[in-house]
């Protein structure tokens, strides 16, 4: 029902949350409830410990399935939720969401819903008003005990950002339909097959990696009757994706006698591995912490199938920390150590491989390059089914920001371009940079300030205490720092795991091997004394000399060393959500970044951030 105010204003009636119990009776209840038969509605169907969320056209009709259901019998309480103004769209989208939220929450220990998150996100009439609704509904959610933290909470938790249950757009899910069918063929036909995903920073690769696991986890658990109406489970999926899934569950059981595929999640980089393996173990339903592997793992075990993240960083022999498991795991391949690199590993240890790739995001000399990465496939891979991801994830200055970042940085750039809903600031104060970038830490969190590798790595005591917070205090109160800019001085990041989203990364400064892989609501950007602008040839310009990563410079070409630079400055200057926010030391750069990036000192640096209306 609609209400006018006094001055003649629409009041829009806000959700209902009506509760009833999970029985005959309160079916009977929900029969004779306006609303109840034949309107669209989300629900919440739960006990103290787990909890089943859906969405229906006829709430009488959905109960009266569920409450056949024996896998449910244990659940007490039936919440729904009615509003005059939702429709099929505005349900299918909040079911969605609530699951996402509710898995991140933890409030209920089992979310119930095995088979969600498959569909694809889609527009629809006034998503972004019914997006900005669900603040409030969420609100109403917690002032009635079914959930506990707060939307910006939950938004800057790994669980919520890598969560299974995320919503595919409509470019991933086509993506992931097709790596389906390319796994399948390749079992089918009892072949060895690589899947080939090429997408830049943003574009969804750990999303899609993940989700897609997630199919394969749970296929076995689809209602294969597929029965007409509300009771097919998946009725707000694409007949391709269902199709897919179906053949899936179908080979799962009549091929494989119902077991699961064998599947490892290959993760180079150590810090982001070590999140994605406490978000698999938070999330179980399935998935499992020892899924997540470093490249030496494949040789540990027999995979069906290996998915690589950032495969971009897996490494050849060269400037590496361990040589001797480096050795050790290409002998159990009967491979060449000294020519043999990880790609060549799994790519011999799995009978299907499904490979992330962005060639613009190898930032070290030990990984392997893009003519090597092609020579490894060529090598090994007999047949290689190539997709592509371009639509931006991430960042809210779209593919213009990301492009706009690519174009500056290979000083193609002739003009200056305005970010539409991006904060993209120039500072001519680094303390006033990373100061603006602190305060928002402190009102949205994930707000973190990184910089080039231009300043030795010196406050490392061998006695430091466990919690990195006491021997930030130590290293204050000591006056030992690593990092000095016109007076300021600076601690690099105390730990290289997990440090984005540590207390102690809100005082000290992440390098890129902190940073590649995270997202963050606002991030600084530091250019380092080592990079500068020459006019003369409009180019960027490297003084190896003020580069401090040895194990980088050790052994490698100059003009690759250049570019590896390039490209991790790149992909620190694209991990922003909100907003990026830069420095540069020397004059020359900073003039540079002028021609084409805001001046802080004459632009409000970004609003307070109030929840992604939009996610």
Same mark, same amino acid.
């Given at each position: 029902?609609?209400?006018?105010?006094?001055?003649?204003?629409?009041?829009?009636?806000?959700?209902?949350? +009506?509760?009833?119990?999970?029985?005959?009776?309160?079916?009977?209840?929900?029969?004779?409830?306006?609303?109840?038969?034949?309107?669209?509605?989300?629900?919440?169907?739960?006990? /103290?410990?787990?909890?089943?969320?859906?969405?229906?056209?006829?709430?009488?009709? %959905?109960?009266?399935?569920?409450?056949?259901? @024996?896998?449910?019998?244990?659940?007490?309480?039936?919440?729904?939720?009615?509003?005059?103004?939702?429709?099929?769209?505005?349900?299918?989208?909040?079911?969605?969401?609530?699951?996402?939220?509710? @898995?991140?929450?933890?409030?209920?220990?089992?979310?119930?819903?095995?088979?969600?998150?498959?569909?694809?996100?889609?527009?629809?009439?006034?998503?972004?008003?019914? %997006?900005?609704?669900?603040?409030?509904?969420?609100?109403?959610?917690?002032?009635?005990?079914?959930?506990?933290?707060?939307?910006?909470?939950?938004?800057?938790?790994?669980?919520?950002?890598?969560?299974?249950?995320?919503?595919?757009?409509?470019?991933?899910?086509?993506?992931?339909?097709?790596?389906?069918?390319?796994?399948?063929?390749?079992?089918?036909?009892?072949?060895?097959?690589?899947?080939? #995903?090429?997408?830049?920073?943003?574009?969804?690769?750990?999303?899609?990696?993940?989700?897609?696991?997630?199919?394969?986890?749970?296929?076995?658990?689809?209602?294969?009757?597929?029965?007409?109406?509300?009771?097919?489970?998946?009725?707000?999926?694409?007949?391709?994706?269902?199709?897919?899934?179906?053949?899936?569950?179908?080979?799962?059981?009549? /091929?494989?006698?119902?077991?699961?595929?064998?599947?490892?999640?290959?993760?180079?980089?150590?810090?982001?591995?070590?999140?994605?393996?406490?978000?698999?173990?938070?999330?179980?339903?399935?998935?499992?912490?020892?899924?997540?592997?470093?490249?030496?793992? #494949?040789?540990?075990? !027999?995979?069906?199938?290996?998915?690589?993240?950032?495969?971009? %960083?897996?490494?050849?022999?060269?400037?590496?920390?361990?040589?001797?498991?480096?050795? !050790?795991?290409?002998?159990?391949?009967?491979?060449?150590?000294?020519?043999?690199?990880?790609?060549?590993?799994?790519?011999?240890?799995?009978?299907?491989? #499904?490979?992330?790739?962005?060639?613009?995001?190898?930032?070290?000399?030990?990984?392997?390059?893009?003519?090597?990465?092609?020579?490894?496939?060529?090598?090994?891979?007999?047949?290689?089914?190539?997709?592509?991801?371009?639509?931006?994830?991430?960042?809210?200055?779209?593919?213009?920001?990301?492009?706009?970042?690519?174009?500056?940085?290979?000083?193609?750039?002739?003009?200056?371009?305005?970010?539409?809903?991006?904060?993209?600031?120039?500072?001519?104060?680094?303390?006033?940079?990373?100061? =603006?970038?602190?305060?928002?830490?402190?009102?949205?969190?994930?707000?973190?300030?990184?910089?080039?590798?231009?300043?030795?790595?010196?406050?490392?005591?061998?006695? %430091?205490?466990?919690?990195?917070?006491?021997?930030?205090?130590?290293?204050?109160?000591?006056?030992?720092?690593?990092?000095?800019?016109?007076?300021?001085?600076?601690?690099?990041?105390?730990?290289?795991?997990?440090?984005?989203?540590?207390?102690?990364?809100?005082?000290?400064?992440?390098?890129?091997?902190? #940073?590649?892989?995270?997202?963050?609501?606002?991030?600084?950007?530091?250019?380092?004394?080592?990079?500068?602008?020459?006019?003369?040839?409009?180019?960027?310009?490297?003084?190896? !000399?003020?580069?401090?990563?040895?194990?980088?410079?050790?052994?490698?070409?100059?003009?690759?060393?250049?570019?590896?630079?390039? =490209?991790?400055?790149?992909?620190?200057?694209?991990?922003?959500?909100?907003?990026?926010?830069?420095?540069?030391?020397?004059?020359?750069?900073?003039?540079?970044?002028?021609?084409? +990036?805001?001046?802080?000192?004459?632009?409000?640096?970004?609003?307070?951030?109030?929840?992604?209306?939009?996610?």
């Amino acid at each position: 029902m609609k209400l006018m105010d006094r001055e003649g204003f629409i009041m829009v009636e806000k959700s209902n949350i +009506v509760s009833y119990s999970f029985d005959e009776n309160g079916l009977e209840r929900i029969r004779n409830t306006p609303k109840g038969v034949n309107w669209p509605v989300v629900y919440l169907i739960h006990n /103290e410990d787990a909890i089943y969320i859906g969405e229906t056209t006829s709430a009488a009709t %959905r109960m009266h399935q569920h409450l056949k259901n @024996s896998e449910k019998n244990s659940l007490e309480i039936v919440e729904i939720i009615f509003d005059g103004e939702y429709n099929k769209s505005v349900v299918l989208d909040y079911e969605q969401k609530l699951i996402k939220y509710c @898995s991140a929450d933890r409030r209920f220990r089992k979310i119930l819903n095995k088979n969600k998150g498959q569909q694809a996100a889609h527009d629809y009439f006034n998503r972004r008003y019914y %997006r900005n609704q669900f603040k409030d509904l969420w609100k109403q959610l917690q002032k009635k005990g079914l959930a506990e933290k707060s939307l910006k909470v939950i938004e800057n938790e790994n669980i919520f950002k890598y969560s299974p249950y995320n919503a595919l757009s409509v470019e991933q899910n086509e993506v992931s339909v097709c790596i389906i069918n390319d796994i399948l063929n390749t079992f089918e036909t009892d072949n060895t097959g690589v899947s080939l #995903v090429n997408g830049c920073a943003g574009t969804g690769k750990t999303v899609l990696a993940i989700s897609l696991i997630n199919s394969f986890i749970n296929a076995v658990n689809i209602d294969d009757e597929l029965l007409d109406g509300e009771a097919r489970e998946f009725d707000d999926i694409d007949e391709g994706k269902r199709s897919a899934l179906l053949r899936l569950k179908n080979y799962i059981l009549k /091929e494989r006698g119902g077991k699961l595929f064998k599947i490892g999640f290959v993760m180079p980089i150590s810090g982001i591995r070590e999140t994605i393996k406490k978000v698999f173990k938070e999330c179980g339903n399935g998935l499992e912490r020892r899924m997540v592997i470093a490249p030496c793992d #494949v040789v540990k075990d !027999d995979y069906d199938i290996i998915f690589v993240d950032e495969s971009h %960083r897996l490494s050849k022999r060269c400037n590496i920390t361990n040589y001797k498991s480096f050795d !050790d795991t290409s002998q159990k391949l009967n491979l060449d150590s000294k020519r043999t690199n990880q790609l060549e590993w799994i790519l011999k240890s799995a009978k299907h491989v #499904v490979l992330f790739y962005d060639e613009y995001q190898s930032v070290k000399s030990s990984d392997i390059s893009y003519d090597e990465y092609q020579n490894s496939l060529n090598k090994y891979a007999k047949n290689v089914v190539r997709h592509q991801l371009e639509t931006q994830m991430r960042c809210l200055g779209g593919e213009t920001y990301i492009e706009y970042v690519k174009a500056i940085m290979e000083c193609r750039r002739k003009k200056f371009e305005t970010m539409e809903n991006y904060d993209f600031l120039l500072f001519d104060d680094v303390n006033m940079m990373i100061e =603006n970038i602190r305060r928002k830490d402190d009102q949205i969190g994930l707000c973190k300030t990184a910089a080039g590798y231009s300043w030795e790595w010196k406050t490392r005591p061998s006695k %430091r205490p466990k919690d990195n917070m006491e021997c930030y205090d130590m290293l204050v109160r000591t006056g030992e720092f690593d990092i000095e800019i016109e007076g300021y001085k600076y601690i690099w990041n105390l730990t290289d795991k997990g440090w984005a989203t540590r207390r102690d990364s809100h005082c000290t400064i992440g390098c890129i091997h902190t #940073v590649q892989g995270y997202d963050m609501n606002y991030v600084g950007v530091i250019f380092g004394e080592e990079i500068d602008y020459n006019y003369e040839t409009n180019s960027l310009e490297i003084n190896l !000399d003020k580069y401090m990563d040895k194990k980088v410079k050790q052994n490698t070409d100059k003009n690759h060393l250049k570019q590896l630079i390039l =490209n991790t400055y790149t992909t620190i200057l694209t991990r922003g959500i909100h907003g990026c926010y830069v420095y540069a030391c020397n004059p020359n750069m900073r003039e540079y970044l002028k021609q084409f +990036v805001s001046r802080a000192n004459s632009v409000t640096a970004g609003g307070d951030y109030n929840g992604n209306e939009d996610n």
